[in-house]
């Protein structure tokens, strides 16, 4: 059984120092390297830079190598950050037959993965579709930690996985959608959500995700996914 992960990336963005971003990455995927079972194919697809050589980081440029990097020419995600993500998930599939896989992983990659857990339920999955739309836990440097509550009508999609039939199908509903979302500041979390619930897709579903995830809209938090 071989699954595919796709891991969308924005290495380059105007308001975020480049090597502090692609510092930020390159341990966000050497650890993600470390915890994924075997049977997982890794693809990373970036839409800020033109090819590999504009990434200054030589160990970000020499871990890409060992896996399958791909390189969109276009950036809608200075519109809409969520529809930037999808439009790399369907360029994604327009190079890589996703029908070779199992299973196809969903992940934003500028996230440590604490653990190989999310990845053992990939393998475990029964049903279609394996979803999550987790409390966060927001980590200050002046331990005044608190919980926030999930948002309600959408799914996380920091992390989530689809039967590659089923991706696929996710791909077109997206390609059908993603100027009205644009238009309508509809984001990737309620494309995903609205496609669950429409076509009543079975799934099953996790509490947590166990990631840490970098905001940088709020002075670099660390938060507990």
Known sequence: MNNLIFCSAAFHISHYSNEKRENEYYYCLKQLKRVIPDNFTIVVCDNTVKDI???????????????I???????????????GELDELIYTSQKINF??????????????????????????????????????????????????SATPNLYNDMFFCLASKLMLEYVEYSKNNILYNLQNSIGSEQNLYKFINERKIDYQWLKCLGLLRIDY????????V
């Open 69 to 83: 990097f791909l390189c969109l020419e276009r950036n809608i995600g200075t519109q809409n950050i969520g529809m």
């Open 53 to 67: 050589n504009d990434i200054k980081n030589q160990q970000l440029k020499d871990l890409l190598k060992t896996v």
């Open 99 to 148: 029908n070779d896989y199992d299973k196809v992983v969903y992940f934003t990659l500028r996230k440590i993965v604490t653990n190989p857990w999310i990845f053992e339920k990939v393998n475990a999955m029964k049903k279609d579709a394996l979803l999550c739309n987790p409390e966060f836990l927001h980590l200050s440097n002046n331990y005044n930690f608190r919980f926030s």
């Open 217 to 224: 809209k709020k002075n670099n938090e660390i938060q507990l």
